[in-house]
């Protein structure tokens, strides 16, 4: 089974897509969520999942493409929507390069998610117009990675995050991460006016505010926590023991592209940048 379930909001239709354990649960990291605003999609979903995307957009037409950032679970099926759909596809400028070109996966991500076939990518207009009286303001939001675009609709208060949230903790960063960009873009987030979170992993987050500012403070008491241990002398690798532990078997099956010592790291390159 890959269509796990539809999104229930009176507005915005949606589906999650991915695989289900013989219990038929989903994990929350390999699946994700394409939601449906009139003629304009946010995201693709993964390319292994394009079948049973096909089908929740059947005679439906998708003339546009709201895209949050470039991972293949968001990304994966911008070639078959331009090709069978004719969908303009709106994406930051940071990605564009690395989408025309196709992503390169490791073969975890590729066995996982299916290959990303390359598409043309849209630079991003002050506002995306939907057939369905819906509107949506792109406001870049770099730190989980350099293209992470969040979209507003100012007149519901509805923000379609991307991976802006998924969780309030991290346990892992990639090498891509940047604790900085995190911070900067999580207190920007929290001055815009709005109250219904839309996550590419999570659902519909009736108290949006809140688990970003949950968010925030745990960067905010990590980078905290980190200085004071640096201060007093401890290694990097130190302070990763000391706060995070050892690296697991997640770290390792990722050869380390995602760590607890990118967290650390990134903290001390964010305060010696200050």
Not at 10 to 25: D, H, I, M, S, T
Not at 42 to 65: A, C, K, M, N, Y
Not at 220 to 242: A, H
Not at 257 to 273: A, N, P, R, T, V
Request: net charge neutral; proline share 4%.
């Amino acid at each position: 089974m890959a269509l796990i379930h539809h999104i229930d909001h009176p507005f915005v239709e949606g589906v999650r897509l991915g695989r289900v354990n013989r219990k038929g649960q989903y994990n929350l990291i390999t699946s994700c969520i394409v939601y449906r605003l009139g003629n304009t999609t946010i995201d693709t979903g993964p390319p292994r999942e394009w079948q049973h995307l096909r089908g929740f957009l059947e005679g439906q037409t998708v003339s546009q493409v709201a895209l949050t950032h470039h991972h293949e679970d968001h990304s994966g099926n911008g070639h078959q929507l331009q090709r069978q759909f004719g969908s303009t596809i709106y994406s930051h400028s940071n990605n564009h390069e690395l989408l025309s070109n196709g992503l390169k996966l490791s073969p975890i991500r590729r066995a996982t998610f299916g290959n990303v076939k390359p598409f043309t990518p849209n630079p991003l207009p002050a506002f995306i117009e939907t057939n369905c009286g819906k509107r949506l303001q792109p406001i870049h939001m770099p730190g989980h990675t350099n293209d992470l675009v969040c979209y507003l609709e100012p007149d519901e208060g509805w923000l379609f995050t991307g991976d802006l949230y998924v969780s309030s903790k991290l346990k892992y960063m990639t090498v891509a991460e940047d604790v900085g960009d995190w911070i900067s873009s999580l207190t920007a987030a929290l001055n815009l006016d709005f109250d219904t979170l839309f996550c590419s992993h999570r659902a519909v987050v009736n108290n949006g505010k809140a688990v970003l500012a949950e968010k925030l403070a745990f960067f905010q008491e990590m980078k905290q926590n980190v200085y004071t241990l640096w201060q007093l002398g401890d290694s990097p690798k130190q302070i990763r023991k000391r706060l995070l532990g050892n690296e697991d078997i997640m770290s390792l099956m990722s050869g380390l592209h995602m760590s607890k010592q990118k967290i650390i790291d990134s903290c001390l390159d964010d305060l010696q940048g200050q």
